[in-house]
């Protein structure tokens, strides 16, 4: 508080009589506005003739609503907890008052009126926002499905403009529950969401679907070949970060021994800060070892390379720890007593570590058609050097499963040479050859709001605050440059 007198401050509120001296804490009250204001002459001045005081701030409560709503999702509030004291007290206390002055009561919307009548209100907007946007466009559609906590299948459908210039952000327009997943019901489903997206004109912009980009299960595949009886112009694409996490997973069965070594490793580390203190005491410019999660693809391979450059170090921190501490010390012990065990760690980054590499390029925003074709020939050259054939009959077993990748790769070279003036190729130039970026990372914003707490959520409400939140944040901005965020599961294994 100001030391200013008593008097003085009397003074300047004399002739507002709905200003009130608070002598306990010497602050200045507007009955009018339910407010307190700094005992100063300028905002005394700056209160009177604010907008708020005078009544003439009228915020529409639909806009109010709908803007409360988009908070709440976006920054993933349960909605029950407009029912906490400590949020009515603060929404009250603040938002009441200088955002809704249309709210005479002063209390908290209704959580049931948010949720039936406003909720549906935003959702509709977004959708008809995204329909409007591309009507006329040349897409690329993705979807997956995945398994929920509560043993649902669920289906997120992606859909991202085509354009020659520049790569554009997805849009998620579909989240529902199949009963049964197989190949009829996902390609009924595709239809059903391309009917919602063109309404009436559905048969005359069939032409407009160019690209479908999916994970190469049975059922993917076989709603490909069914699609393509309603979709002229299809190619259908497996998601080849999908076919290099496949690899991956071969490259691990392939040397048992170092997965071992890996998995007893993190044990020996996780949780125990008395060996980390060893570790960083005895080593303390170099990083812990990596904790590969089976949820992030291609950590297991960097891992791998981790072990392989820093094989002495390990072995010598190891060496410090009694073995009768833990059963993962012991079985690492053992495993770093076998003569091959360093050949296998260097084999593998020398001929492997390209696959994480690989992962994290494929993923670019803005990566184009060739560029997507490059990355996949790179890898698939080095692993054709290596001396396994399980591991190099893998990659051209996954790649022969993507049934239009010949059509694509000419596609992708007659962009490049300029050898085509055909406006459906050059729109291909920024269509991405893998999936996991958007759909996989629908699925972790599908697991953080769907998650335990919430679980009588209804599945209609579930799919308008996934579209609400997936279509309001920037696609640059938003998506993270992992593959896969570590609490959410793949739908497609795991490494």
């Known amino acids: 508080m100001p030391n200013i007198k008593e008097e003085t401050v009397q003074k300047w509120i004399s002739e507002y009589p709905e200003l009130l ?36 701030f009228k915020r529409p409560p639909e806009e109010f609503y709908s803007d409360l709503i988009k908070f709440l999702v976006l920054c993933n509030i349960p909605w029950s907890q407009m029912k906490n004291p400590a949020f009515k007290e603060f929404f009250q206390k603040y938002i009441c008052t200088v955002c809704c002055c249309t709210c005479t009561s002063r209390k908290v919307p209704d959580e049931s009126l948010l949720r039936k009548v406003y909720l549906d209100k935003v959702f509709t907007n977004k959708i008809k926002t995204i329909y409007e946007k591309n009507q006329t466009e040349k897409l690329w559609i993705s979807l997956d499905e995945t398994t929920d906590f509560l043993g649902r299948n669920i289906v997120h459908f992606l859909i991202k403009p085509l354009h020659e210039n520049i790569s554009n952000r997805p849009y998620l327009i579909a989240c529902k529950m199949l009963e049964v997943v ?11 969401c391309l009917e919602n997206l063109w309404q009436n004109s559905f048969e005359e912009k069939v032409d407009n679907i160019l690209i479908l980009c999916t994970d190469s299960v049975a059922y993917m595949i076989s709603a490909g070949q069914k699609l393509k009886c309603y979709l002229p112009q299809l190619k259908h694409v497996t998601c080849f970060a999908h076919a290099l996490h496949r690899v991956s997973e071969q490259i691990r069965m392939e040397y048992n021994d170092v997965d071992i070594l890996i998995s007893n490793v993190k044990k020996i580390f996780l949780k125990a800060p008395s060996r980390v203190r060893i570790f960083k005491r005895k080593y303390p410019d170099l990083p812990l070892p990596p904790q590969p999660i089976i949820t992030r693809w291609g950590t297991w391979l960097e891992a791998a390379s981790y072990y392989a450059k820093h094989f002495d170090a390990i ?31 260097q084999y593998i980054d020398e001929y492997f570590s390209v696959i994480p590499f690989a992962l994290k390029e494929l993923q670019k925003h803005h990566l184009t058609l060739s560029d997507s074709f490059l990355i996949l020939d790179t890898v698939r050259t080095c692993i054709n050097e290596c ?33 085509t003036d055909d406006q459906i190729l050059l729109k291909c130039k920024f269509a991405p050859m893998t999936s996991t970026e958007y759909v996989e990372r629908s699925f972790s914003i599908y697991k953080w709001i769907m998650d335990v707490k919430r679980n009588t959520l209804k599945m209609d409400n579930i799919e308008k605050l996934m579209v609400i939140y997936f279509n309001s944040v920037d696609g640059d901005g938003f998506f993270s440059e992992e593959l896969v965020d570590d609490e959410t599961s793949s739908s497609t294994g795991l490494e």
Do not use: M
Not at 182 to 192: D, H, S, W
Not at 325 to 345: F, G, H, M, T, V
């Open 21 to 56: 001296y608070d002598h306990a804490s010497r602050s200045i009250y507007c009955s009018k506005c339910e407010s307190h204001i700094t005992a100063k002459k300028c905002n005394i001045n700056r209160h009177v003739e604010g907008a708020v005081h005078k009544g003439t």
């Open 182 to 192: 197989n190949g009829q019901t996902i390609a009924n489903f595709v239809i059903q």
């Open 315 to 345: 072995k010598d921190v190891l060496s410090h720890l009694c073995s009768s501490d833990a059963i993962a010390i012991r079985n690492a012990k053992n495993i770093l007593q076998k003569e091959n065990i360093q050949n296998e760690l």
């Open 387 to 419: 001396a396994s054939e399980n591991i190099k009959n893998k990659i051209e077993k996954v790649i022969e499963r993507n049934p239009d990748i010949d059509i694509l790769r000419e596609w992708s070279e007659k962009i490049v040479r300029n050898e």
